[in-house]
Nanobody, 125 residues
Framework: QVQLVESGGGLVQAGGSLRLSCAAS????????MGWYRQAPGKQRELVAT???????NYADSVKGRFTISRDDAKNTVYLQMNSLKPEDTAVYYC???????????????????WGQGTQVTVSS
């Protein structure tokens, strides 16, 4: 089927940078909006940033000016460049995609909320 595989998480000091990647694979037809969400311990999952197939971006206020989302459609990959990291950015970061694919029964399918497994980002003070 389809997989979204995140990478690039880790431990970094406050003020540092990390770059997350999320690669989509499988029997893909098209990928529309891709995005990043995060969930800190004891909190709900929240939007970090999204990018449409046309390149339009949207950011949470808390990350504007520090994070940059981008995508490489040739590689079916979305990136999140995170600069000036703060301890409050600590969370599991999840990749999300709105995509069309061919399922196991060879039928065109659409999923507007396909999730990756998550990658941990920890920012120490």
């Amino acid at each position: 089927q389809v997989q979204l595989v995140e990478s690039g998480g880790g431990l970094v000091q406050a003020g540092g940078s990390l770059r997350l990647s999320c690669a989509a694979s499988g029997r893909l037809i098209s990928i529309n909006t891709m995005g990043w969400y995060r969930q800190a311990p004891g909190k709900q999952r929240e939007l970090v940033a999204t990018v449409t197939s046309g390149g339009r971006t949207n950011y949470a206020d808390s990350v504007k000016g520090r994070f940059t989302i981008s995508r490489d459609d040739a590689k079916n990959t979305v990136y999140l460049q995170m600069n000036s990291l703060k301890p409050e950015d600590t969370a599991v970061y999840y990749c999300n995609a709105d995509l069309t694919y061919i399922n196991s029964r060879d039928i065109y399918s659409h999923a507007n909320n396909y999730w990756g497994q998550g990658t941990q980002v920890t920012v120490s003070s």
